[in-house]
DNA sequence: CTGAAAGCGCTTACAG
DNA sequence: CTGAAAGCGCTTACAG
């Protein structure tokens, strides 16, 4: 079927006896062509299942069509399920648009490897996975005047974000476990530089205070990033009778599961858990863990057309925030 | 600091008097020039930190500097965890050639992702992250005659392979156990259609062998890859006193874990466990799990040292074979 | 509505 | 050893 090298817009050209300019047009649908004529070449190029070169039309219209996703180095299991989640959603939607997506391996504020994607202009925008304060990578980002998206919030308004309502979804479950009656809920979370650390923390506040409740700080423990950590953080938590643990996210509620488990404390019977993040990980749990639930398919796919928007020069919103559910199970339910 | 556009080798010829030729010269090394030219050169492009556009580089050259990673859709947490360090170990060889890396992510077979990397020439050459039976990714690519190599072993010599030695791995660990004087060994195995599953059912076979002792074929099971399924195989196994359960993945493993948890069978005194492969997902059970351990990160580095290397034309080993650790934990551990 | 020509930023025979 | 010119496969003012 291939007769040796790639068919070219010249190739059409000659065999329609147009010209280069004229194919050119008929594909783009930019300037003015005849209907037929445009008609022909367009049933020629499906006909010999022509796809332009990409690089060529990148060239010269100075774009690339790829786009990077900056994927930190420090990712454990729980962050690789929402990256897979996200990736599909961000690839489904570059992939209609015939863009590609690269990958950028950011080791701890390391950004050569973006760096060298971008003065080697190999990419037209980027999204970042998630976002930190002090963020070394949007910082250069905004310096090289490259267009991205980052999932996450920001204070910096300057940042595009596409992120879920993480406060109003602590919010909610935590007013849920305290309309409960439970009161002594001690909350751990990972670290405090990534910014939705915070906002899940502000979250869980919002609702004591919503119910009038006065928040026990020492039951807050933020930056527990080892089991080793979380063990001791356990311990201490069951010496002060607490009642519900929620973790942050998957990583830590597995950490203090597994601490409970060691210590033959029975979940809901002698004390309740909740995530405020739910991967597969605690999916299949026994019992099964009363989670929020967010919808990162989605969630990839906004950022992603947002990005894309953004490339093309199009108004985009300052700050999209997408939904979430509440999963109660097993693992906060009333014993009687 | 930047004047707007973007350097090219045109302003360097320019600046230093010299022509394009040159310049492009300098920089690549190949064809003769003057040794005070070409240091001449390399100075004012170091100084003032110019970046070739790869794009153009590509397309006078016919390549792209990128390689497309293709991704099962239907990838579980664990293989991510997988996906993850191979990523990390692919990127860095790339990176260091100043390649990109891409991701296509594959549904089920559906390649028109990889298709339209591949037609829209945006890649030179593909890794697939793993082997199955009438692969019809390989056999598309092979077709579209793409370099490519593919993590994991395959019957057809015409793919260049590489994979960790899993079959003497698999061997290894189950002649542990049987020189234990364990003899009840089940082993649950998860898509018959993955090659790497015959691999290691291959690896436990062997070990009977080995030590002339019949295999008993009523213990294996493979195609399990529900929760539900792994349920109802461990409760057959407890009726019938097995003695140690090998999962083929570390998923398949969780579901076990789970079981015998809900069970209340307690590992080892009950019955033992171990794994074939190891994640972070059972580094951290009570009890820790006996698996196989094999360098991923090596993995994904030697994988795309290969792929660099046929896509320049340099001959490459048709079939490479990397090694493996057997990490013995509680889970296996003898109880007097 | 259509085309010749210049251009995107490189590389590479071909001459000298 | 060095350079002018053509080429990679597209797009896009500019003319007509």
Redesign the pocket.
Known sequence: MDSG??????DIADAL?????????A??G?????????RRVLDYINEHN?R??MI??G????RTFNIALALPGDYNLEDMSFFQKCLMGISEIANSFEYDVMVAVIPSNDTSQLERMITNRKIDGVILMRTVFQDNTAAYLKDAEVPFVAIGSSDDRKIVQVDNDHRAACRELTSILLMRGIRKIALIGGNQSHVVTHTRLNGYLDAYKEMGLAVDDSMIYLDVESCVLADKIVEELLARKCECIIGMDDSICNYVLNKLKKEKIMVPQDIKVASFYNSSLLENNVPSITSLEFDVLELGMETCRTLLDLIDGKPVKARALLGYGVSLKESTQKMS
């Open positions: 090298r790639n068919m070219t817009i010249g006896g147009v010209s280069k300019t004229t194919v050119s047009r594909i783009s930019k300037g003015r062509i005849g209907e037929d004529t445009k022509y332009p070169n060529a039309k060239l010269a219209q100075s």
